[in-house]
């Protein structure tokens, strides 16, 4: 899965350890997310949104286009 | 001036928050395996026989149970404050290298067993299977968690 995490986190000018501890993670696990090795779970994923003040799907890419359209 | 992998991981040296109490309990329990595992491998090295860990030779009891005690209390105890600490990314680590360890076990140990009952192998050693196990999750462990 894609995701703007590198982007957002160079905007708020950060380092990989300062967003890790912003979100009490390792700082392992911030780099496993960013260069994609690493999808984070839900609970996770909501935490990046609260910290970056965005929507989740604002934060990251699953690759579909207009997701829930086809119901 | 940064280095070229501060400046590729955007890693500069900044004023540490104090540890989260995540953090904490996970320093605890890596602590207290060190600890737990000096003072096995210092009483392995001082107590006769018991040096050679690959090997059924014999060892005193006051070693047997002490070891036995600080190896499945200690490691239990050093196990539940891990599980409570951990983040979502190592938990993945952990379950992937535990999962790879279980068949780096599952697979030959029938297979040796089996072989040996033949009369093709030699009788199965439980210790250097044991240690296969503890490798190949160790090594798959490391790999997810750092890469």
Not at chain 2, 39 to 60: E, T, Y
Request: net charge neutral; hydrophobic share 50%.
């Amino acid at each position: 899965m894609n995701n703007k995490l590198k982007v957002l986190r160079a905007m708020q000018g950060w380092s990989q350890a300062e967003l890790a501890d912003r979100l009490d993670v390792s700082r392992q696990a911030v780099n496993a997310i960013e260069t994609g090795k690493y999808d984070p779970s839900l609970p996770l994923a909501f935490k990046l949104s609260r910290v970056f003040a965005m929507p989740i799907e604002e934060i990251f890419d699953d690759g579909h286009e207009g997701a829930g359209d086809d119901r | 001036m940064a280095t070229k992998e501060q400046a590729m991981t955007g890693e500069r040296k900044h004023p540490r928050r104090p540890l989260s109490p995540r953090r904490r309990r996970y320093w605890l329990s890596l602590g207290l395996a060190a600890i737990i595992g000096g003072v096995i491998g210092g009483w392995m090295a001082a107590d006769r026989g018991a040096a050679a860990l690959v090997s059924n030779g014999p060892v005193s009891e006051s070693f047997a149970i002490g070891t036995s005690i600080a190896w499945a209390v200690g490691l239990a105890i050093c196990m539940l404050v891990y599980h409570r600490a951990i983040d979502d990314h190592e938990e993945r680590a952990w379950l992937w290298a535990g999962l790879a360890g279980w068949y780096a076990f599952i697979f030959p140990a029938p297979v040796w067993w089996i072989l040996h009952r033949a009369e093709l192998a030699p009788p199965a050693d439980a210790m250097l299977l044991f240690l296969l196990s503890m490798a190949v999750n160790g090594a798959v462990y490391l790999w997810l968690k750092f890469r």
